[in-house]
């Protein structure tokens, strides 16, 4: 295992995260200003860190150690080895490779929109899958759930994930069009970025019902305005818009 070092917190590298988790780092932690991206292997990378080798054992324990219980909505996010007594509908996941722990704002407003727009007994599609952990809510709250993904890596640790929640959504290998034809959708789950938003968003109004919701995140404030413009020129009307940090949810309906 290698780690990737770089200087301050995980809030100031804030908007790296997603796409050193991309690029395939399978954890993040954070000490003394510092936050270390763990990878199976170095890798060239444009944002200035350092690369060190760890031995195996080390890196996995440590992150364990650090990543916390998250509440979002009706949900609480837990790893397998946290006891939790509060309330909340339990999301039990197993830290690994793919982005969705609920660690993440994006993740976080994603759930909570999630347990104000559910719609028992209705579809719900969560575009970009990755943990599953979007799917997995869905289900939860009593919704028929398919999650899709363009990374193949992604959709066992998924599966797993649903089965250790006693949920079974459908997971599939591919992006909106794969999807278009299991729907149309009455929840739209995507926790993507700005400009995939953009170029998806007349697709995101095929996908949903009438009366259908779609909820999108992954974006940056300082992109917000031109998901907005294209939500627009799509004729999704923005119902919601919710800020955590640089991030924006928007809540967009045809
Ligand atoms: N849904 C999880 C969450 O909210 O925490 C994971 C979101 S993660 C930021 C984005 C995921 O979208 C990654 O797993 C990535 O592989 C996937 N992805 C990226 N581009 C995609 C596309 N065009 N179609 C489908 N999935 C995509």
Redesign the pocket.
């Known amino acids: 295992m290698w780690v990737y070092r770089l200087k301050g917190t995980l809030d100031e590298l804030d908007p790296l995260l997603?796409e050193l988790?991309?690029r395939g780092a399978r954890g993040l932690e954070e000490r003394a200003g510092e936050v270390l991206a763990y990878f199976p292997a170095p890798l060239d990378l444009p944002f200035g860190g350092e690369w060190e080798e760890l031995p195996d054992e080390d890196w996995l324990s440590a992150w364990k150690r650090d990543l916390s219980p998250v509440e979002a909505g009706p949900f609480v996010v837990l790893a397998p080895w946290h006891a939790w007594e509060g309330s909340g509908k339990r999301i039990v996941l197993e830290p690994g490779m793919?982005?969705?722990?609920?660690h993440?704002e994006?993740?976080r407003m994603?759930l909570s929109a999630l347990g104000r727009h559910a719609r028992p007994g209705g579809k719900a599609l969560?575009?970009?899958?990755?943990?599953g952990?979007?799917a997995i809510g869905a289900a939860l709250l009593g919704m028929e759930a398919l999650g899709?993904?363009?990374?193949p890596t992604?959709l066992p640790q998924a599966e797993e994930n649903a089965r250790r929640n006693g949920v079974a959504p459908r997971f599939l290998l591919?992006?909106?069009e794969e999807a278009l034809p299991h729907g149309p959708f009455d929840l739209l789950?995507a926790?993507?970025y700005a400009e995939?938003h953009q170029a998806l968003a007349e697709g995101y109004k095929k996908a949903l019902k009438p009366g259908g919701v779609a909820l999108l995140?992954?974006i940056l404030k300082a992109k917000a305005e031109g998901v907005e413009e294209a939500l627009e020129g799509a004729g999704l009307g923005v119902l919601e818009r919710e800020e955590a940090g640089e991030w924006v949810l928007y809540a967009a309906a045809p």
Do not use: R, Y
């Open positions: 997603p988790f991309d793919a982005f969705g722990t609920g993440h994006t993740t994603a969560d575009l970009g899958t990755g943990s952990i979007l899709v993904d363009i990374d992604v591919g992006s909106l789950l926790n993507l995939l995140t992954g």
